[in-house]
């Protein structure tokens, strides 16, 4: 007599089916994360937070240097004082709305990602959909253009600062160091436009220049502008990679919007077809 085997399912097999599970579901998960979009945010967060961080404390440390050597009289400098207390306020505005923005496209990725994935489903993409991004598109592609504004104009004092930096360096070299030649190598600020004609000293030459590029002002401003910059070329190339992520993201959304249209029109006509045959059917049972 041949005897059966029984098949019991012990705690290791429920195990083996819950790690399965789990491990299913964390890639599910994972493969609707829009990689792109977060490469994209956190090279734009980087960017920004180098940009405002480094070009507040560099324009503080510019004011300083300006107070102490260049234009020891106020009212000289008033105005960019002003001007550059109203560009650090700016500044938190741009923090605070890139902050902002870069979370909203971060979440119009994941709705991209899902609507493209569940495109078979239930989900269903619908014009507002499509509108908003559109109009993120829009929208990304006007700051791009203004951060490359904002990338050229933040090259400005970089460019002063080097100036100077390297007319120091022309005075501690060997061949003008300790000569009389030295204090007829200047550096005259005014010509930059920040400060004006009538300001003095204003030109600063010599012994007295090397001091400035010694001081500890100097060193840390002019470093802190160059981050700035490299923060600013970060957030441009970060908004033209959401520019690319929101363009193809809105050409899937309207290729979607055709085949779901397709869709419904199949259904429709499936769903007719099944009414006409049904009426045939009973039609055909009335004969009989």
Not at 48 to 67: K, Q, R
Not at 108 to 121: I, M, Q
Not at 169 to 189: K, L, Y
């Amino acid at each position: 007599m041949k005897q059966g085997f029984l098949f019991q399912s012990g705690p290791g097999m429920e195990d083996g089916a819950e790690t399965r599970g789990c491990f299913e579901c964390c890639i599910k998960c994972l493969g609707g994360v829009p990689y792109a979009s977060l490469v994209a945010t956190i090279l734009c967060f980087s960017g920004v937070a180098l940009f405002c961080g480094c070009g507040h404390v560099a324009l503080a440390g510019t004011v300083a240097i300006l107070e102490q050597h260049f234009s020891t009289n106020t009212s000289d400098h008033a105005l960019l004082s002003e001007v550059i207390q109203l560009v650090q306020y700016v500044i938190y505005g741009i923090a605070s709305f890139f902050f902002l923005y870069g979370i909203i496209l971060l979440a119009e990725g994941f709705y991209t990602t899902s609507a493209v994935k569940e495109l078979h489903g239930e989900f269903k993409t619908t014009a507002c959909g499509r509108c908003i991004s559109g109009m993120f598109v829009f929208l990304t592609y006007v700051l791009g253009v203004a951060w490359l504004g904002v990338f050229g104009f933040s090259a400005v004092p970089v460019f002063m600062f080097y100036n100077i930096w390297s007319t120091c360096e022309v005075i501690r070299s060997p061949q003008t160091n300790g000569t009389a030649g030295v204090e007829q190598i200047c550096v005259d600020i005014r010509q930059y436009g920040i400060i004006p004609w009538n300001a003095f000293p204003g030109k600063i030459c010599g012994s007295a220049l090397e001091n400035i590029c010694n001081t500890n002002e100097f060193y840390v401003s002019y470093h802190l502008f160059i981050v700035a910059c490299a923060g600013a070329g970060a957030t441009v190339i970060a908004l033209i990679h959401f520019l690319m992520i929101l363009s193809s993201n809105w050409a899937y959304l309207k290729d979607a919007s055709k085949m779901q249209a397709c869709q419904d029109i199949k259904a429709k006509e499936e769903q007719e077809l099944q009414d006409i045959q049904s009426r045939s059917k009973e039609q055909l049972n009335s004969y009989t």
